[in-house]
């Protein structure tokens, strides 16, 4: 008989039902409103969809050992376990207001000087064609 068939024939390994278990588990940790969050809707007409990096780590092992007595109905004994981990950090907000679409990076906050001035540069930015907008209006007048 060849190897496969010898393994088609062999029952099912207490492994499998552990990482099934252990996949089943993730599975209903993890879906995708995880990834991108259920839109936010504001009283003045904006909204704000959460956007989100998913980062898992899985690991499972197990070994058999020789029973005592190998008239025991199962030749061996196993031993194993199985782990996960999930990690959720938000990345950005997509803002959607008459229209238009902007994404709203969320950043770790900057600890120096210089990436602070960096981080304030779209806030400027905005700022600036705020007032030159304002300042349009009124030579428009």
Same mark, same amino acid.
């Given at each position: 008989?060849?190897?496969?068939?010898?393994?088609?024939?062999?029952?099912?390994?207490?492994?499998?039902?552990?990482?099934?278990?252990?996949?089943?588990?993730? @599975?209903?940790?993890?879906?995708?409103?995880?990834?991108?969050?259920?839109?936010?809707?504001?009283?003045?007409?904006?909204?704000? %969809?959460?956007?989100?990096?998913?980062?898992?780590?899985?690991?499972?092992?197990?070994?058999?050992?020789?029973?005592?007595?190998?008239?025991?109905?199962?030749?061996?004994?196993?031993?194993?376990?199985?782990?996960?981990?999930?990690?959720?950090?938000?990345?950005?907000?997509? %803002?959607?207001?008459?229209?238009?679409?902007?994404?709203?990076? %969320?950043? %770790?906050?900057?600890?120096?000087?210089?990436?602070?001035?960096?981080?304030?540069?779209?806030?400027?930015?905005? @700022?600036?064609?705020?007032?030159?907008?304002?300042?349009?209006?009124?030579?428009?007048?």
């Amino acid at each position: 008989m060849d190897e496969q068939m010898k393994s088609a024939q062999k029952p099912d390994h207490p492994i499998d039902g552990l990482l099934t278990t252990t996949l089943a588990k993730l @599975k209903e940790m993890v879906d995708v409103d995880v990834i991108v969050g259920k839109p936010i809707d504001t009283p003045d007409g904006t909204t704000l %969809i959460p956007v989100s990096r998913l980062s898992m780590g899985f690991a499972s092992g197990g070994s058999d050992f020789a029973g005592k007595n190998h008239k025991d109905s199962a030749p061996y004994h196993f031993g194993g376990g199985s782990g996960a981990g999930v990690k959720v950090d938000p990345v950005a907000f997509l %803002i959607v207001k008459d229209g238009s679409v902007r994404i709203l990076p %969320i950043g %770790i906050p900057a600890v120096t000087p210089a990436g602070r001035a960096v981080e304030m540069v779209p806030q400027l930015v905005d @700022k600036v064609i705020d007032y030159l907008d304002r300042q349009k209006d009124k030579t428009a007048l």
